[in-house]
């Protein structure tokens, strides 16, 4: 794939970057933002003793700007890394067109990057967790997104190898067996986050996880069908979209 093709495939993969997050961001604004702001009001209604903190950015701003800026600003970060990653799976992981292939890829970003580690250590609300122990918990989230990310690598990597021997079906069988058995070994020995106050709504706190994922969801679907179509136009030959003559085949100018 020369220089030309990966320039284009990376702007085509921001812009679909940015399109994907203004989806998701429709959907953490209708489906998210109430789950905070009843979760802001938990966390108010027990917070006895202690003086109003000083609002440096009201709950105005980061409902609205903030949100936006934030998801729009990993709409776009995600697109470009997910365009590169694209520029080195196509071809590589099967007989997928440019579509098939963004799709897929998408596919396994959301598994990889968010839903496995969302099983082991999922979204919390504000008012849920020790602020003295959050350097741990992000540290523990980043650590299991790393692992996942590789194990999923290491997957393909067998998988592929395995395919000459087994088949195409029966090595991948075995590929996400695999991939399964080294997740759940590490959901075992990475240590359990239980910080959830025991008078928290549950209700409150399952519709906040949903919404979390939601948003992850829309996010890397949009992206994944937006993507596969730019792409589709970018990686053709050029000469498929050629003139064709009378007969059928292509007609060729001479400049």
């Not at 997928?96 to 396994?108: C, D, K, Q, V």
């Not at 980043?142 to 690598?153: C, D, R």
């Not at 969801?217 to 992206?223: E, I, N, T, Y």
């Not at 589709?232 to 000469?239: F, N």
């Amino acid at each position: 794939m020369n220089s030309a093709t990966v320039r284009s495939l990376l702007v085509r993969g921001m812009l679909a970057g940015l399109a994907a997050g203004l989806l998701a961001l429709l959907v953490a604004y209708l489906l998210g933002e109430p789950q905070v702001d009843a979760a802001i009001a938990f966390e108010d209604a027990h917070a006895h003793g202690h003086e109003d903190a000083v609002e440096v950015v009201s709950r105005g701003v980061q409902s609205t700007l903030g949100l936006a800026t934030g998801v729009l600003v990993y709409g776009v970060a995600l697109g470009g890394i997910a365009a590169l990653a694209y520029c080195f799976a196509l071809g590589r992981v099967g007989r997928f067109g440019p579509r098939a292939t963004a799709l897929l890829l998408s596919g396994a970003a959301f598994a990889a990057v968010y839903f496995v580690p969302f099983l082991k250590y999922p979204a919390n609300p504000p008012s849920v967790g020790d602020p003295d122990s959050i350097g741990q918990r992000t540290a523990l989230y980043f650590l299991m997104i790393a692992l996942s990310v590789l194990l999923t690598i290491a997957a393909v990597i067998l998988g592929k190898r395995l395919a000459p021997r087994l088949g195409t079906w029966y090595a991948t069988v075995v590929a996400l067996a695999a991939f399964a058995v080294a997740v759940g070994l590490a959901y075992a020995f990475l240590p359990a986050v239980n910080e959830l106050p025991h008078d928290f709504p549950a209700l409150l706190l399952w519709k906040f996880r949903v919404s979390a994922l939601a948003v992850q969801l829309a996010l890397w679907a949009a992206f994944g069908l937006l993507f596969g179509e730019l792409a589709e136009h970018a990686v053709r030959p050029r000469e498929a979209a050629a003139p064709s003559g009378p007969d059928g085949a292509a007609v060729s100018s001479v400049h």
